[in-house]
């Protein structure tokens, strides 16, 4: 093989392989719209509650851990602290929830050729980390 024929061959490769990309990059955002679509619809009510539930967790366990008297570690604010382990354990429950659903929910989609269950995976995962 010459050094042109090389270059064509993967410049070929990479093509083809950049196209792929691109189409499922526009899978998983139709994915991710739909979603979006399909669970707010016209209301923010749900962006809404994305931001007041890991708020009142915070609350209740302020509050539990004031009946208790107890307080968290020293010399450290503790709603700080409450607030840097519950946000990420909410997102994380609530993307693996959405994520394990996501192949009861785009059943009918996967029919497609382009839709993978890994597309409504990160469609979804992705609604949900936008979300919290």
């Not at 302020?62 to 107890?70: A, H, K, P, W």
């Not at 929910?105 to 839709?115: A, E, I, K």
Request: hydrophobic share 50%.
């Amino acid at each position: 093989m010459t050094k042109g024929a090389d270059v064509t061959v993967h410049g070929a490769i990479i093509s083809t392989y950049v196209g792929g990309l691109k189409e499922q990059v526009r899978v998983i955002v139709a994915l991710f719209l739909r979603e979006g679509r399909s669970r707010f619809g016209n209301s923010s009510l749900g962006l809404l509650w994305g931001v007041i539930e890991p708020l009142l967790h915070v609350t209740m366990f302020f509050l539990l851990s004031l009946v208790l008297g107890r307080m968290g570690p020293f010399s450290i604010p503790y709603i700080p602290f409450l607030a840097s382990g519950i946000f990420p354990f909410i997102m994380m429950r609530n993307c693996y929830n959405r994520t394990v659903n996501a192949v009861t929910s785009s059943r009918g989609l996967l029919v497609f050729p382009q839709v993978t269950l890994l597309n409504a995976s990160v469609g979804y995962a992705l609604m949900e980390y936008m979300k919290t």
